[in-house]
C-alpha cells in the first residue's frame, strides 16, 4: 500500500510571500500521479494542481508550482504570492496509474495560515 | 455543472439511530467515491463504484456501514446502528473514466454527528 507523509503540520506565510509544502510517498510503482488538494473553512475539497510521474516538467497553475523529485520521492507544492485567500488546509495525494485503481491515498495534510 | 451535490450538509443523530448519507455525482462520471475525514484518521476511502458497481469496498468499517448506487445519478451510505466513533465528515467525490490524469471532484460534504 502507498503512503503519504506529509510533515508539516502548520506553516505560517506573510501575505505576498512565498511558502514551500513537503509531501513525500512511498510506492514501488514507476507510473503513478500526484496530487495537491487544498481544503479551505468550507471544506470544499479543491483540486490546486497534479503531476503525472512520467512526465519531468514541473506542473504550474499560476502561483502554484510544484517540485517533483521521483528518485526522492517528493512533491512539495510552492505558493507564490500568498494570499488571504490561500489560507486552508492543503493535502498532498497519490493515485496508481495501474489501470483499474483508482483510489486516492491521502496525507494527514498541511494548514496554511497567511498574515496579512 | 452543479458539482457533486451531497445532502444533508449537517446531520445530528442519536446513538442507535439509523442514517443515510446522499450523493448525485457529477453527470458523466463513471466513478463514485465515499470517503471519511477525521481528526485521527484523515481522509480514508471507505468504497468506490465504476458504472454502479461496488469495485472496492475494504475501507468499510464493519458491518454497520452499507453504500448503493441504484443509477448513475445516486448513491447513498447507510450507516445502521450509528455509534459516536462514526461521527466524521463524509466525502462523495466522482471522476470520470477516461482521462487518467483526472483528478476527483468533490462534493461539499456532510459533518455527521453522533450523540
Known amino acids: 500500500a502507498q503512503t503519504v507523509t506529509q510533515s508539516q503540520p502548520e506553516m505560517s506565510v506573510q501575505e505576498a510571500e512565498t511558502v514551500t509544502l513537503s509531501c513525500t510517498y512511498d510506492t514501488s510503482e514507476s507510473d503513478y500521479y500526484l496530487f495537491w488538494y487544498k481544503q479551505p473553512p468550507s471544506r470544499q475539497m479543491i483540486l490546486v494542481i497534479r503531476?503525472?510521474?512520467?512526465?519531468?516538467q514541473n506542473a504550474t497553475e499560476n502561483r502554484f508550482s510544484v517540485n517533483f523529485q521521483k528518485a526522492a520521492k517528493s512533491f512539495s507544492l510552492k505558493i507564490s504570492d500568498s494570499q488571504l485567500g490561500d489560507a486552508a488546509m492543503y493535502f498532498c495525494a497519490y493515485r496508481s496509474a495501474k489501470n483499474g485503481n483508482y483510489k486516492l491515498s491521502f496525507g494527514a495534510g498541511t494548514t496554511v495560515t497567511v498574515r496579512a | 455543472d452543479a458539482g457533486v451535490i451531497q445532502s444533508p450538509r449537517h446531520e445530528v443523530t442519536e446513538m442507535g439511530q439509523e442514517v443515510t448519507l446522499r450523493c448525485k455525482p457529477i453527470s458523466g462520471h463513471d466513478y463514485l467515491f465515499w470517503y471519511r475525514q477525521t481528526m485521527m484518521r484523515g481522509l480514508e476511502l471507505l468504497i468506490y463504484f465504476n458504472n454502479n458497481v461496488p469495485i472496492d469496498d475494504s475501507g468499510m468499517p464493519e458491518d454497520r456501514f452499507s453504500a448503493k448506487m441504484p443509477n448513475a445519478s445516486f448513491s447513498t451510505l447507510k450507516i445502521q446502528p450509528s455509534e459516536p466513533r462514526d461521527s466524521a465528515v463524509y466525502f462523495c467525490?466522482?471522476?470520470?473514466?477516461?482521462?487518467?490524469?483526472?483528478?476527483?471532484?468533490f462534493g461539499s460534504g456532510t459533518r455527521l454527528t453522533v450523540v
Open positions: 467525490a466522482s471522476r470520470p473514466g477516461i482521462h487518467p490524469n483526472y483528478g476527483y471532484t
Open positions: 503531476q503525472e510521474a512520467y512526465k519531468q
